[in-house]
């Protein structure tokens, strides 16, 4: 089986930084995309930042230059290096990889349990 294990939330004040990390493990063969995604109280799931097999990046308009992903290939952990935090990026933080754990398999979404990063002076 495939899992996903998230690190690195907590509470830190207006302008300061956490890094999330998220290793996944278990019978992979391929990962194609690792990203992260974000759900505050009261709103929809949204994508924050995602990178891909091919070394390209994506992110939200609202972490642009504020936030980076990166990954460890050999280690198929990817992180989010969070700086200047903002309130409004309180939110449950997900990891996800778009994975396959058979060359028999199209790949598929997998997702991790959640951090919480709580930004708050």
């Known amino acids: 089986q495939v899992q996903l294990v998230e690190s690195g939330g907590g509470l830190v004040q207006p302008g300061g930084s956490l890094r999330l990390s998220c290793a996944a493990s278990?019978?992979?063969?391929?990962?194609?995309?690792m990203g992260w995604y974000r759900q505050a109280p009261g709103k929809q799931r949204e994508l924050v930042a995602v990178?891909?097999?091919?070394?390209?990046?994506n992110y939200a308009d609202s972490v642009k230059g504020r936030f980076t992903i990166s990954r460890d290939y050999a280690k198929n952990t990817v992180y989010l290096q969070m700086n200047s935090l903002k309130p409004e990026d309180t939110a449950v933080y997900y990891c996800?990889?778009?994975?396959?754990?058979?060359?028999?398999?199209?790949?598929?979404?997998?997702w991790g349990q959640g951090t919480q990063v709580t930004v708050s002076s």
């Open positions: 996800n990889a778009d994975l396959s754990s058979s060359f028999r398999y199209a790949a598929r979404a997998y």
């Open positions: 990178a891909t097999s091919g070394g390209s990046t």
């Open positions: 278990g019978t992979i063969f391929s990962i194609d995309a």
